[in-house]
């Protein structure tokens, strides 16, 4: 059950606000339809009960907030709006990422897939989908984790009348089965069809909330559209008889629309009377048909395919049936009792992620490109140090080309987190938005380090290769070198990863990642080259001497080369970034908490 109780957005500009004190139920067992015209407030109604929109009150499923649900991808499926997939992901490994996230077993993939009809292109890539499948892509992720609600934004959109027909006999299958599902619409003729509660809102505020009798009574009219190349005149017919009927009678009134061209509508007649009184006036019809029709702006469509209104709407009709029959027996193949997931889950998330496309190995691959390219042109002037050397870092760049990758890494690891909403109910707490954030700073840590590893590697094989032993590549003490090597490349795809994470932008990321050499380091730089700032030589012998136990000779030699590495300018101004990013984000994540 969802209780939406005194729903309100922020105003902006001094504009009214988008949704003003909204409050409704969605039963379970029931399709409620959130009815209203576009820019009504449907979509920014369902972002405030998910919390994905700031504003006042407060959503309920099954009596409980979002931030208090331990797994709200189980409870809860989702889908607004389009499935932003990476275009290069296939349908297959979208869920089987999505799977992780929530905490379900990969084979659900292949079972949702099953679900929607779309098992046959589980290895075709989102990029090549059409709207219709994208649609019904994004409901099998609503599905994934076996939910016990649906909130959908307009899910018919896009749909084909079949994929119509098909889409609401899953919806009214999956509510006999007790599930509550929640749906927006702005036809009120699919509102009737579908919902057995509607929910009408216009300007954000509540303006009916009806049980689908009720509100086919007062908002839907029957009608007769007629069709006829003598419209003018079987009109001017029509209204003659209507008035000169209702002088001898006291029955409803009929009222006759002609809306332009070869269109009628006929309200409060029959389609024998119509039809009667065309033939007495020898009137051409070519279309006579029963209609319901909504008491709002009226808006025709013309259908595509040539076929006739009346027996579309049958054909619907009867496939609807068939999938409203035939969804409890598929629903409960898909229902299954899923473990609890553990905290590996988000790294499990996190690693599909990031190999489940190009991007991450094309950035790799370019960067140890570069870098090898940068290393053999030095190799060649002979008058680089070793370390720059090996790294393939000109003294004109501000970063060696691996820790500038490693940086673009870190910052494209954020981005689908805020754009999918069926993974946002699980950023809804605290816990969960920084286990995310482990899993990404320990992938991203690993790839950085192997990207580090693999430039040394490859970068000393292709010199030593080309120039021979001519080239000295391992000085004396290389030991602390390669370990500041691999902490700025570490330092900078955590500091790509945290800066994405704070602005939720990848170019924000990148640029926080470039400002460390370009910006803070000479700052750091001008404050350690004063006397002051050598106070942290020797501090070794000082901590040996004050501790109570003594510790191993060679952890003395650790933190001394680990303070050679933090006396340098860039490593401070890593530490310091680095720092202030880490303690921003989780000020920002507790900052945007639900209260």
């Known amino acids: 059950m969802i209780q939406a109780i005194g729903l309100t957005s922020v105003p902006r500009r001094q504009q009214p606000p988008v949704v003003d004190d909204l409050t409704f139920e969605a039963r379970p067992g029931r399709v409620t339809v959130l009815l209203g015209e576009p820019g009504a407030g449907k979509t920014t109604a369902l972002r405030l009960m998910l919390r994905l929109d700031p504003g006042r009150g407060v959503a309920l499923f099954r009596g409980r907030t979002l931030d208090r649900i331990a797994h709200p991808t189980r409870e809860i499926g989702v889908l607004l709006g389009d499935v932003p997939g990476h275009p290069a992901r296939t349908a297959r490994g979208h869920l089987r990422m999505l799977s992780a996230a929530a905490g379900v077993p990969v084979e659900r993939a292949d079972e949702v897939l099953e679900v929607v009809g779309l098992s046959g292109l589980a290895d075709q890539r989102l990029g090549d989908f059409s709207l219709g499948m994208d649609r019904r892509l994004g409901l099998a992720s609503a599905l994934l984790g076996d939910p016990h609600t649906l909130v959908l934004d307009d899910p018919a959109h896009g749909l084909s009348p079949r994929e119509t027909a ?7 299958g999956y509510a006999a089965q007790g599930g509550a599902v929640l ?3 702005q036809h009120a003729k699919e509102a009737g069809r579908i ?6 809102i216009d300007q954000g ?3 009916a909330d009806q049980p689908a009798a009720a509100f086919a009574g007062s908002r839907l009219r029957p009608r007769v559209a007629v069709q006829s190349p003598l419209a003018n005149r079987l009109a001017h017919v029509l209204a003659t008889e209507a008035d000169t009927a209702g002088e001898v009678t006291d029955g409803p009134p009929v009222e006759v629309v002609h809306e332009g061209g070869s269109r009628i509508f006929v ?3 029959s389609c024998a009377a119509v039809g009667e009184t065309a033939f007495r006036h020898g009137i051409l019809v070519h279309r006579l048909t029963e209609e319901a029709a909504d008491t709002g702006p009226v808006t025709p469509l013309q259908r595509a395919d040539g076929r006739r209104a009346d027996a579309a709407d049958r054909e619907a009709g009867a496939e609807e049936e068939a999938a409203e029959q035939a969804a409890p027996e598929v629903l409960a193949g898909l229902s299954a009792r899923l473990a609890a997931p553990g905290p590996v889950w988000p790294l499990r998330y996190e690693l599909r992620r990031a190999t489940g496309v190009r991007t991450g190995w094309t950035v ?3 960067a140890l490109a570069a870098a090898l390219v940068a290393s053999v042109l030095l190799a060649r002037t002979g008058a680089s140090p070793a370390l720059r050397l090996l790294t393939g870092w000109p003294a004109w760049l501000p970063l060696p080309p691996a820790a500038f990758g490693a ?3 870190g910052a494209l690891a954020f981005g689908q987190e805020f754009r999918y909403p069926a993974l946002a109910p699980d950023q809804g707490t605290v816990p969960r938005r920084l286990g995310l954030l482990g899993a990404k700073l320990a992938v991203t840590a690993m790839a950085a380090l192997l990207l580090a590893l693999a430039s040394i590697a490859l970068d ?6 080309l120039f021979g032993r001519s080239v000295a590549l391992f000085p004396d003490g290389w030991g602390t070198p390669l370990a500041g090597w691999a902490g700025l490349t570490l330092g900078c795809a955590w500091a790509g990863l945290l800066a994405a994470g704070l602005f939720r932008s990848t170019a924000l990321g990148l640029v926080a990642v470039l400002a460390v050499p370009t910006l803070v380091v000479p700052v750091l730089g001008g404050l350690l080259s004063q006397p002051a700032a050598r106070s942290l030589i020797g501090l070794p012998d000082r901590l040996r001497a004050a501790a109570v136990v003594q510790w191993p000779s060679g952890l003395d030699q650790g933190i001394s080369a680990a303070l050679r590495l933090m006396s340098q300018p860039i490593g401070w101004a890593l530490a310091l970034s680095l720092t202030g990013l880490l303690a921003a984000y989780v000020l920002t994540v507790f900052r945007g908490r639900p209260r």
């Open 195 to 200: 919902g057995d509660q509607v929910v009408t």
């Open 205 to 207: 505020r509540l303006i």
């Open 183 to 185: 749906v927006t619409s």
């Open 460 to 465: 000393a094989a292709v010199v030593r290769l």
């Open 166 to 172: 098909w889409l609401h006999g899953l919806l009214r």
């Open 364 to 366: 790799s691959a370019a």
């Open 407 to 409: 940086g673009l890494l």
């Open 267 to 269: 309200y409060g007649s």
